[in-house]
T-cell receptor
């Protein structure tokens, strides 16, 4: 069974610091990895995806992938209070019409 | 990113009535759409996978006769909650897959259902 694990938190980070969110997955054949942000009462919003080992940067966000360790992370630089949300890690393992396997999310709190 | 819309965004109904929720992919064709339910402060729960032109695939524990899904076109899937009861009150979210090398999944804004 495909599993995606995240620490539920809450993870509390001071404003301006780097927030580091981690995720591990069980299916070694997984192909694409996604990070979603979900504000309370809203639907998830895709922030980034990564499919190759290494780092991928987009503005203040950096996704990191290590397939050997089955580990993916999201770094948020210069954290802002508006970054406070639940961050969902999701993994695509192929299969055409198959969807993503989601983790339960990490609740991030940026302290002003 | 691709855009998915849902309608209505919020609905309040009486117990025993049926409610239809529409999910549309606005700028892409979604052969596959997904329906999720989320209770307050809980994780997303996948209810069913909706494939255009075929029957939906329901997750274990989800009653297919209660949650009717129709995916009649590449841009529209509907979820009908039949004979709704207060315990069906929840946040219902659909998503569509942008077919391609990465299969990104984009979510609609969600529909908040309250059954009185």
């Amino acid at each position: 069974q495909k599993e995606v694990e995240q620490n539920s938190g809450p993870l509390s980070v001071p404003e301006g610091a780097i927030a580091s969110l981690n995720c591990t997955y069980s299916d070694r054949g997984s192909q694409s990895f996604f990070w979603y942000r979900q504000y309370s009462g809203k639907s998830p919003e895709l922030i980034m995806f990564i499919y190759s080992n290494g780092d991928k940067e987009d503005g203040r966000f950096t996704a990191q992938l290590n397939k050997a360790s089955q580990y993916v992370s999201l770094l948020i630089r210069d954290s802002q209070p508006s970054d406070s949300a639940t961050y969902l890690c999701a993994v695509y393992s192929g299969g055409g019409a198959d969807g993503l396997t989601f983790g339960k999310g990490t609740h991030l709190i940026i302290q002003p | 990113g691709a855009v998915v819309s849902q309608h209505p965004s919020r609905v309040i109904c009486k117990s025993g009535t049926s409610v239809k929720i529409e999910c549309r992919s606005l700028d892409f064709q979604a052969t596959t759409m997904f329906w999720y339910r989320q209770f307050p402060k809980k994780s997303l729960m996948l209810m069913a996978t909706s494939n255009e032109g075929s029957k939906a695939t329901y997750e274990q524990g989800v009653e297919k006769d209660k949650f009717l899904i129709n995916h009649a076109s590449l841009t529209l899937s509907t979820l009908t909650v039949t004979s709704a009861h207060p315990e069906d009150s929840s946040f219902y979210i659909c998503s569509g897959i942008l077919s391609g090398p990465y299969n990104e999944q984009f979510f609609g804004p969600g529909t908040r259902l309250t059954v009185l």
